[in-house]
Antibody
């Protein structure tokens, strides 16, 4: 059974830092792109960052670029999100998700998040 | 960034009703469109990927259609456990943006 378990959330002051972790089990972690998604009541679901299976390619939303760093340790089956220069608007529940791809006759026809963690709450407030 | 617009933002329905939710992309995304269901306090759950492919384990009363910019999620016969919020998401180009959600409530 695929399991993703986030940790590291909490209360942090504006300008502070936090590192989220996502421990994966039940699948070959090194074979999948992984993504962080966050959710707030006001903005809904927001794609934050993604990292390729080997860690050599990373992607960021404009809202976090230059402040957040995604990484992974395939030997530990763990995904990370280092969050620096945190702002009030970063307050959210952060989910990690596994990316999968649909292929039909050798052509990629879809990318989707087929497994999600339970989420960890990050609150940025003084 | 690609904008995803869902409608309606909420609806009231009864058990047994047929429910249709629409999602419109600001640009053509072919069939790179997914649908998720979310219940309070839980993570989203994948229902439909690539516009019309049913995720394993999801009941067949859920179906998706569309291509280009206009997409539809249909629940053929609403069950009590289907009262939730539904989100579309495009995966054609990063960032893989989500729609604003449609809350399906009990009438």
């Amino acid at each position: 059974e695929v399991q993703l378990l986030e940790s590291g959330g909490g209360l942090v002051q504006p300008g502070g830092s936090l590192r989220l972790s996502c421990a994966a089990s039940g699948f070959t972690f090194s074979g999948y792109t992984m993504t962080w998604v966050r959710q707030t009541p006001r903005k809904g679901l927001e794609w934050v960052s993604a990292i390729g299976s080997s860690g050599d390619s990373t992607f960021y939303a404009d809202s976090v670029k230059g402040r957040f760093t995604i990484s992974r340790d395939n030997s530990k089956n763990t995904l990370y999100l280092q969050m620096n220069s945190l702002r009030a608007e970063d307050t959210a529940v952060y989910f990690c998700a596994r990316d999968d791809v649909a292929v039909v006759r050798g052509i990629r026809v879809g990318y989707y998040f087929d497994s999600w963690g339970q989420g960890t709450l990050v609150t940025v407030s003084s | 960034d690609m904008q995803m617009t869902q409608s309606p933002s909420s609806l009231s329905a009864s058990v047994g009703d047929r429910v249709t939710i629409t999602c419109r992309a600001s640009q053509s995304i072919s069939t790179f469109l997914n649908w998720y269901q979310q219940k309070p306090g839980k993570a989203p759950k994948l229902l439909i990927y690539a516009a019309s492919s049913l995720q394993s384990g999801v009941p067949s009363r859920f179906s998706g259609s569309g291509s280009g910019t206009d997409f539809t999620l249909t629940i053929s016969t609403l069950h009590p456990e289907d009262f939730a919020t539904y989100y579309c998401q495009q995966s054609n180009s990063p960032p893989h943006t989500f729609g604003g959600g449609t809350k399906v409530e009990i009438k």
